[in-house]
């Protein structure tokens, strides 16, 4: 039995590190490019901003990316980057930010603790820390609050959605509550290719037999390196991680929720998540636009050589356009009551 529990370690622990190396690799890679650099794209980069003062870690750290024509103000997005809460970095996400900011985005692209060194709920208390440092200091770059996108992608789609839970419902966790308090609401949620509830990984499974082992491994990885092996003993708390059946509750929330853009491939192990998150918003009377790209696994927007890359970005930017990046359009209101709102469709 020993032998069989260390060769399975040995074997999660050779596939992670093959992910973390491909990931890493590719990002790398793509600096080297000469259209990688900023200034080709008219885009300055303010590295390293420390959003937590007191205790702070290496890693609560943010980049700024934004226009250098002019002192703005930029309609703003907070980039959340992925990685299964265990491994890359906002400086493997570079990709990301600057793909917002040569589009006239300010972009706040974030860092955060990684487990299971630091596990739950630490990722999700850093990028609450950063988005009430956002809420105080984002007007000294340049951000539009009134015009604000959350992002983010796998395990950032995750944390991007619990953010927005946390300001939209009023909650006693202290960096929930803080989030809250900032009354800044998101006027648009991206959150892509998202895992949306992390606790009953063996859900993707169960559901399509045949499934990889090689997939469940770094399932399970994400599951007990972020939640351990007893879920259950977050309490109440379990909420921001697992999003989805938070919403699936339909708990009226405190803000009504802004329109989700939900973008994923139909080779992506995590797909059902996304359908259970579109009709979840659907059912709370909120919008969600969720597009999904014909054979394309997980997290392909992230590779702009793709055509159906390209063809996300243009989606992508087109929900901004429509709920975002106009200055005219009225901002969500801090104390604006629940009521209903317009229902979105499911697109192709």
């Known amino acids: 039995m020993q032998a069989v529990r260390s060769l399975t370690t040995l074997r999660r622990r050779a596939g992670a590190v093959l992910v973390d190396s491909f990931f890493s690799g590719a990002s790398r ?34 980049d700024v990316y934004r226009p250098s024509d002019g002192p703005g103000p930029w309609p703003t997005v907070f980039y959340v980057h992925g990685g299964g809460f265990r491994i890359l970095s ?9 793909s917002f900011a040569r589009r006239g985005y300010l972009v706040f692209n974030v860092g955060y603790r990684l ?7 630490a990722a999700v208390e850093d990028v609450a820390a950063a988005y009430r440092w956002m809420a105080r200091h984002g007007a ?13 992608e796998s395990a950032g789609a995750n944390l991007a959605t619990a953010l927005t839970l946390a300001a939209t419902y ?8 803080g989030v809250f308090e900032t009354g800044v609401v998101p006027r648009a949620v991206l959150p892509a290719c998202g895992i949306f509830q ?6 993707f499974a169960r559901r399509k037999p045949g499934f990889p082992r090689f997939l469940r491994d770094r399932l399970e990885e994400v599951e007990r390196g972020y939640l351990g092996r007893e ?25 009504p929720l802004p329109p989700f853009f939900l973008p994923v491939g139909t080779k992506d192990p995590l797909l059902d998540d996304t359908r259970r998150l579109a009709a979840a918003v659907r059912a709370h009377g909120a919008e969600a636009e969720d597009r999904y790209y014909e054979g394309e696994v997980h997290a392909f927007h992230a590779f702009p050589f793709l055509r159906s890359s390209r063809r996300c970005w243009s989606h992508t930017f087109a929900f901004l356009e429509r709920h975002v990046a106009d200055a005219s359009l009225t901002p969500p209101r801090d104390d604006a009551p629940t009521g209903p709102r317009s229902r979105g469709r499911g697109t192709r």
């Open 29 to 62: 890679l793509g600096r080297m490019h000469p259209l990688a650099r900023p200034e080709r794209h008219g885009v300055e980069v303010i590295r390293d901003v420390a959003y937590a003062e007191e205790g702070a870690h290496e890693r609560h750290r943010l």
């Open 90 to 98: 906002k400086d493997t996400h570079w990709i990301m930010a600057l």
């Open 115 to 121: 487990a299971p060194k630091h596990p739950f709920p």
């Open 140 to 152: 000294e770059y340049g951000a539009d609050l009134r015009r604000l996108a959350v992002a983010g």
């Open 170 to 177: 009023r909650r006693a966790e202290p960096f929930a509550a």
């Open 198 to 203: 992390v606790s009953d990984v063996d859900r």
């Open 231 to 255: 879920p259950t003993r977050h309490g109440p708390t379990i909420d921001f991680a697992d999003p989805l059946r938070w919403l699936e509750r339909a708990e009226p929330p405190d803000r």
